[in-house]
């Protein structure tokens, strides 16, 4: 059921609960206020009844009053009906009625109790009442009415007045009007309307002044004949009660009423519904407040419950969260494992590939080495002929000169063969160096110091050659590797510039030292004629020399490659680009750094 179409059943059951109480407590009220009436009611009656019939018995004992049918048999007897006149006089004051008076068979008043008084009944016809008529037939006559004399309304009741015999007819009619005006009195303190309506429903006398002569409903045609005929309401217009302005707030229904008298009269109460509209509307108020009690103590029960499935879903789901989150976290936990063993693994394989790379390296530059050897061989035998030639020689000049006797001659040839042997003892030993395989410590090395100490093994030849070397080192550095071996290279690529810078008009070799990332680099730069095309591509190989036979094997840049390599660096060889074009070459060496802790 979506939001609106509640709203809309809570409203109807509202709706229908308030109108449910209404009702109950009205009916509540109702019956309240009609049994408290009915007992009202009952009291008035009683009232009534007891007043009309306690002048029943009044007219029927003056009936028998042989006055009456003296003054009947004679009316023209004045004492004797001025006799009777007193004592209907006394009559009516000791009964406290409103009239006793005497009418003969026509209807003609003989003999009154207000025959002193203006409105002496003396000599009136009364023939048209019914209660005459009633009386003159023999039985009792009853009716209420106004007067037609004194305008007075009041209760009739009438007897037939017999001759002594008693057998005969009425000879006249002896009447007593009541006025039951001081019961309307009495009901004034009454403050529901108290009605008391004849048998056509015309009200005749109430605690409501302006209801008196009104009829409940219209009357039909033959009750105003009847009701002209015998001149009820003289003088009275009989109009029904819903014509009064304001219209009297009579609610049908809600009336108690009860039977009275013997004309067919009703005595009616109609009890005030504003109590009853009042309960009504209590009972809904308290039924209204209820039900939105109820409603706010449903809708609180409702939030509460509904907070209590949020806060145990929250925990539902922070619980899941956390068994996810341990979940993860041993997996995780496994997945690192694993890939650290993993890793681990790989680390011994690729330990075992790079020891597996070193041994193949080594192996194979001993194996290029071996290749080299035809190579080597042929050089070597080209290297060593040519001083070996001269030495035979230089050995045979000196054998002619020892037989001619030219000792001096002799001295100088033996010389040139010492040279010449000097020279081959050089060749072979850059050969062995180049042989040996090294497997030095690799150590701190203080790069400026290896330069300075390479530097002072070329002094001689620099001076002798006439060239300058500077130096640029503005930091100390340090790298790993061997000292000697560094030196080894340090002077071959010096020794290179020297030689490039022979026989220029400029010969300056300038050595700079500087940091590189975690490498140092030494650059070598010299003023010599720089680095032919052809000659770069093969700079590295062995026995490649673009120098003259005997000034070198073409093994120093082979030889230092390999150390470097050997060391983790890079040897480079460039040609300077300078902007007079006197180019030069400048050879690069990168060498790695040493570890910070490490020490010299
Ligand atoms: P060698 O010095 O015995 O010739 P190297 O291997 O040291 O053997 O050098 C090979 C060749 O590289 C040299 O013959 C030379 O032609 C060239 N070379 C080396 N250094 C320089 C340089 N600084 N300037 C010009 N050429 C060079």
Do not use: C
């Not at 106004?146 to 009438?158: D, R």
């Not at 409702?302 to 619980?319: F, I, N, T, V, Y």
């Not at 681990?344 to 194979?364: D, F, G, I, P, V």
């Amino acid at each position: 059921m979506n939001r609106l179409s509640r709203i809309h059943v809570l409203l109807v059951v509202a709706v229908l609960w308030v109108t449910a109480a209404y009702f109950v407590g009205a009916r509540k009220a109702g019956d309240t206020a009609r049994e408290a009436s009915s007992r009202q009611l009952q009291i008035i009656a009683l009232d009534l009844e007891a007043t009309l019939e306690r002048y029943e018995t009044l007219p029927y004992v003056l009936s028998f009053q042989s006055e009456a049918a003296q003054a009947l048999q004679q009316p023209g007897n004045a004492e004797l009906i001025r006799r009777f006149n007193h004592t209907l006089r006394d009559i009516q004051r000791q009964a406290k009625v409103a009239a006793v008076y005497l009418m003969d068979q026509t209807g003609r008043t003989v003999a009154t109790s207000n025959w002193d008084t203006v409105q002496d009944y003396t000599g009136k016809n009364f023939g048209f009442r019914p209660y005459f008529l009633d009386a003159l037939r023999g039985s009792a006559g009853r009716f209420y009415g106004i007067g037609s004399t004194t305008s007075e309304p009041g209760y009739f009741i009438a007897q037939p007045v017999h001759d002594g015999t008693r057998s005969g007819k009425a000879v006249g009619v002896v009447a007593v009007k009541i006025s039951l005006d001081y019961l309307a009195g009495n009901w004034r303190t009454i403050e529901d309307p108290v009605l008391l309506v004849d048998r056509w429903g015309v009200i005749f006398l109430s605690n409501r002044s302006d209801w008196r002569y009104r009829s409940l409903n219209a009357l039909p045609s033959a009750a105003r004949q009847e009701i002209e005929a015998s001149m009820q309401y003289i003088g009275a217009v009989i109009e029904p009660l819903t014509a009064l302005q304001p219209q009297p707030a009579l609610h049908p229904g809600t009336e108690v009423t009860q039977a009275v008298g013997r004309l067919g009269w009703t005595l009616a109460v109609y009890p005030s519904q504003q109590p009853v509209v009042r309960a009504g509307l209590l009972w809904a108020f308290t039924a209204l407040l209820l039900y939105a009690i109820a409603l706010v103590s449903v809708w609180a029960l409702h939030q509460r419950k509904r907070r209590m499935e949020e806060r145990g879903l929250a925990r539902q789901a922070l619980q899941q969260a956390a068994d996810e989150l341990e979940r993860r976290i041993a997996q995780r936990t496994g997945d690192l494992t694993r890939a650290n063993s993993d890793i681990e693994a790989r680390y011994a394989k690729l330990q075992e590939t790079e020891h597996l790379l070193r041994s193949t390296q080594n192996e194979l530059v001993q194996a290029g080495k071996l290749t080299m050897l035809g190579q080597m061989a042929a050089g070597v035998t080209h290297e060593l002929n040519q001083p070996l030639t001269a030495i035979r020689a230089f050995a045979d000049n000196a054998g002619t000169f020892l037989a001619r006797g030219q000792p001096q001659r002799v001295q100088e040839n033996l010389a040139r063969i010492s040279a010449a042997a000097e020279r081959m003892g050089a060749i072979i030993g850059q050969l062995k160096g180049f042989a040996r395989k090294s497997e030095a410590a690799v150590e701190p090395v203080d790069l400026a110091q290896s330069i300075r100490a390479s530097a002072l093994l070329l002094e001689s030849d620099f001076q002798k050659v006439g060239a300058s070397l500077a130096f640029d080192m503005p930091q100390a550095l340090r790298v790993s590797g061997d000292a000697v071996r560094i030196e080894q290279v340090l002077i071959n690529l010096m020794r290179n510039a020297l030689d490039a810078v022979r026989g220029r008009d400029a010969k300056i070799v300038r050595v700079t030292l500087t940091r590189d990332g975690d490498d140092a680099l030494v650059r070598v730069v010299d003023s010599g004629p720089g680095i032919a095309d052809d000659v770069a591509q093969r700079l590295f190989e062995p026995f490649f020399s673009t120098k003259e036979s005997g000034a070198g094997l073409g093994l120093g840049l082979a030889i230092s490659s390999s150390i470097v390599q050997a060391l983790n660096g890079r040897l480079t060889a460039a040609n300077r680009r300078v902007e007079d074009g006197s180019g030069g070459a400048e050879f690069s060496l990168w060498l790695p750094l040493a570890a910070q802790g490490q020490t010299a």
